[in-house]
């Protein structure tokens, strides 16, 4: 079932001024200095750039120059189309990365939880899946609970304003995990609705 040309203006012009308001209101914020390396608000000039150029490390040490190049670090990796240009839960389920649960603890091992969050959306957008097991395979629950998300349903509001300003799941998304982009909408917005249905309850309004 299609959308007809009303329906289908509205839901353009409604996708267009939400994602105008989130980036608005995003630049608009004070920036945290804490914050300075997000990538959601700005355009990366270079992929894996050398340490030195990064923006993270200081050029001026000459400790910097010893590191491995994020580009020959990452050569052997499985590969993504965004971000750092890797998929890092595919390159840690390959085994070609062994992280350590703790770093004093060479035998410790982390407690992967393996259920989905689902977070209703409204209109046409997928609605977004959260999905535990691939996060608990990197991080251990106090990374994110309480300080960022309280483990209470409906107690977390999330806008995609927050998130573009490095707060919620911006606090490691367009830091150290995936950026926010047009490319990566699908990452979390992953569950399809009834379109039709809702095509059908759009018209008899």
């Known amino acids: 079932m299609r959308m007809n040309g009303k329906l289908f203006s509205r839901f353009s012009l409604s996708l267009v001024l939400f994602l105008a308001s989130s980036v608005a209101q995003a630049a608009a914020a004070q920036v945290d200095p804490m914050n ?15 340490a030195a150029k990064d ?3 200081d050029a001026t040490n000459e400790g910097t120059f010893v590191l491995q190049a994020p580009k020959a670090a990452f050569g052997a990796f499985v590969k993504s189309d965004f971000g750092n240009r890797v998929d890092w839960v595919q390159t840690l389920r390959s085994g070609k990365i062994n992280p350590r649960a703790d770093r004093l603890d060479p035998n410790a091992e982390l407690d992967t939880v ?3 969050i689902h977070r209703p959306v409204k209109g046409f957008m997928p609605d ?25 349903k409906g107690a977390n509001k999330i806008s995609m304003s927050d998130i573009l300003q490095g707060k919620k799941c911006g606090v490691c998304h367009g830091k150290v995990a995936f950026p926010v982009k047009t490319s990566t909408c699908k990452k979390c917005h992953s569950q399809k609705k009834d379109t039709a249905a809702l095509i059908k309850k759009l018209s008899a309004q």
């Open 36 to 50: 300075q390396l997000n990538v959601n608000l700005k355009k990366v000039a270079t992929d894996n750039p050398d």
């Open 55 to 57: 923006g993270s490390h």
């Open 114 to 116: 393996d259920f989905n």
């Open 128 to 152: 977004v899946i959260f999905p535990h097991k691939q996060h608990t395979e990197w991080l251990k629950c106090q990374n994110c609970h309480d300080s960022i998300f309280i483990p209470q």
